[in-house]
């Protein structure tokens, strides 16, 4: 099977992701956040990451959150003193849900599509915090690029925050008879494609656009930050997932894998 272009492979998984936004917005879960996002407390940010933004600060400073889906999590981070927060996402479909939620809350973000390759100008330099969080480097073709994107969004001493799935755990197939069996290479260079939607758990998956998921190593990403001039501070692997229940069946192993990693980095100043 041939592989598309990179810039093919982005405009597939907006395609899909946008084609995707109506089967979450159609579930309880979408309820239930509408029913607690009125709250100025409210956060849907697990302790692993909450902790890490309170270390690293956020209180009276100005976030970006790229490719923010939904915009939940950017609505999360008020709750830990954020003085701004802007949402970026290249989903129209997903961002009006963000802005759905926006509306309800009493807090007020800003959220604009753009595809993280071509960020507008406001955004270059302006922010003391950028926060990616789990489900977002394996959609892009090149990381290194992801991260010197994200890098131009800081101004300097600004510091990247990252909290996402271990890419070791890519090698394994969750719906597999023996899931603890490698199915692929962790090595793997060319994406996984999938023709179904872009769906969580408890939501049933139905066919749609093509879309591209990519395996980085755990070097390529730390080498990105570098290329990117960035100072990594932190650098931290854990047991326990942060991806969808499919995924819990790998923790509480006799011999554990990582599962999930977080990993701060900060823009040097010259």
């Not at 769906?199 to 049933?204: A, H, M, R």
């Not at 730390?222 to 790998?250: C, F, K, T």
Request: aromatic share 8%; charged share 20%; with cysteine.
């Amino acid at each position: 099977m041939d592989m598309p272009s990179a810039q093919q492979a982005i405009a597939s998984n907006k395609d899909a992701w946008d084609a995707s936004a109506t089967l979450h917005k159609d579930s309880p879960h979408w309820s239930a956040l509408l029913a607690s996002i009125a709250r100025a407390d409210f956060s849907c940010l697990d302790p692993t990451i909450t902790a890490l933004l309170q270390e690293v600060g956020v209180a009276g400073r100005d976030v970006v959150q790229l490719c923010c889906n939904n915009g939940r999590e950017s609505l999360s981070l008020f709750a830990l003193g954020a003085r701004s927060v802007v949402g970026v996402d290249q989903s129209r479909a997903f961002l009006q849900q963000a802005r759905q939620l926006a509306d309800v809350s009493p807090h007020n973000p800003a959220f604009i599509e753009a595809d993280i390759h071509h960020l507008p100008e406001g955004l270059q330099g302006r922010f003391d915090v950028a926060l990616v969080t789990i489900g977002v480097l394996g959609w892009m073709p090149d990381v290194a690029l992801f991260m010197r994107h994200a890098a131009s969004t800081l101004k300097p001493g600004g510091t990247l925050v990252i909290y996402e799935t271990h890419p070791f755990l890519e090698v394994f197939d969750p719906r597999a008879a023996n899931p603890l069996l490698p199915d692929s290479s962790y090595f793997q260079r060319d994406p996984f494609v999938l023709q179904e939607s872009i769906v969580y758990e408890g939501l049933d998956e139905v066919p749609g656009p093509t879309s591209y998921w990519y395996v980085h190593t755990l070097g390529s990403i730390v080498s990105g930050l570098v290329s990117a001039q960035l100072q990594i501070d932190h650098l931290r692997e854990y047991p326990h997932s942060n991806r969808e229940e499919l995924y819990d069946q790998y923790e509480h192993q006799p011999a554990q894998l990582p599962l999930c990693f977080t990993l701060t980095a900060t823009k040097r100043l010259v």
